[in-house]
């Protein structure tokens, strides 16, 4: 599998103490995704720039990533075979790779270290990204391990892929916290895919019998509005085994990141969003449904 991260010690993230995979490699292209490293499955160069001092150090690259002309220092990404060889080189830390390879044994043996901790505070292991449905032979193996150690598995998902696939890796899996974008009609122009799947896998799984929380990212001129909360409130109270609803305030902090890659933001407020900004809808919403609703 290849993997961008692995966070320990996540409350956010599922109950309890949580370890955090995060696979690379998402279907969406969401306008506002602060972890713009995590959408293409392969591995990535990310450059600082402004701390390069054009050593050529990393001209130790066996692809020839790097070129030097009049104009400066450039990385060629889509060259890159993910050795890291560079990154290690460089002197001034200029370089970042943003992915690696990575077996069920390997990352099982991370996970089990933290297994004091989850039985302390009732936590676990959550699959988050990217998307881990992307890769969903290699994330279907680790939940397997997972579950096999008795360790509590959730999911993250933006909920796009095949029914079958996520009905066969709920066996395994303790919750999943489903990603509520925006309304249907607006899925397109703001994601890039169509939202009918996505929505036929959250039913799926709700009548499966698997445990849900939403996960509604609040972004301010997309979803800020009284329509995205009455539907997060209709399409709530269709759903049987909804645990509560997560709203998360957009922040600003994959920016950087779009930068360091060479690629471009769609979306680009750079101001966080405060929680008083929604929490007259959040108290709507809840009131409507009967269901707890976080901010956070």
């Known amino acids: 599998m290849i993997l961008f991260d692995l966070k320990r010690a996540s409350v956010n993230d599922g109950t309890g103490m949580r370890t955090v995979v ?20 392969r591995p990535q160069i990310g450059f600082l720039q402004e701390l390069c001092i054009q050593c050529r150090s990393c001209e130790i690259c066996p692809v020839s990533c790097h070129e030097f002309t009049e104009n400066g220092h450039t990385v060629c990404d889509d060259r890159c075979n993910g050795c890291g060889a560079c990154v290690k080189a460089c002197p001034k830390s200029a370089l970042i790779l943003y992915g690696y390879e990575a077996t069920v044994e390997s990352v099982m043996q991370e996970i089990e270290k933290d297994a004091p901790y989850f039985r302390y505070s009732g936590g ?133 990141k779009y930068r360091r890659l060479g690629m471009v933001a769609e979306y680009k407020n750079a101001s966080f969003l405060e929680k008083t900004e929604f929490t007259d809808f959040a108290k709507i919403l809840k009131e409507q449904t009967g269901i707890s609703v976080s901010i956070g």
């Open 22 to 41: 995060f696979f690379k490699g998402c279907p969406l292209k969401c306008e506002w995704c602060h972890n713009p490293e995590s959408q293409i499955v």
């Open 124 to 256: 676990g292991v959550t699959f988050s990204g990217g998307e881990p449905m992307a890769q969903f032979p290699q994330a279907l193996a680790l939940a397997q391990a997972v579950k096999s150690a008795g360790i509590s598995l959730y999911i993250e998902t933006c909920g796009f892929g095949k029914k079958q696939d996520f009905l066969d890796i709920a066996k395994f899996t303790d919750c999943f916290l489903f990603d509520i974008k925006t309304v249907p009609s607006l899925y397109e122009r703001y994601t890039g895919v169509r939202p009918e799947k996505i929505f036929e896998n959250l039913m799926s799984l709700d009548g499966a019998g698997a445990k849900i929380v939403l996960r509604c990212p609040i972004i301010p001129k997309v979803n800020l509005n009284e329509e995205h909360f009455e539907f997060l409130a209709k399409l709530s109270k269709k759903l049987k085994n909804l645990q509560k609803i997560d709203l998360l305030p957009y922040h600003p902090t994959g920016l950087d």
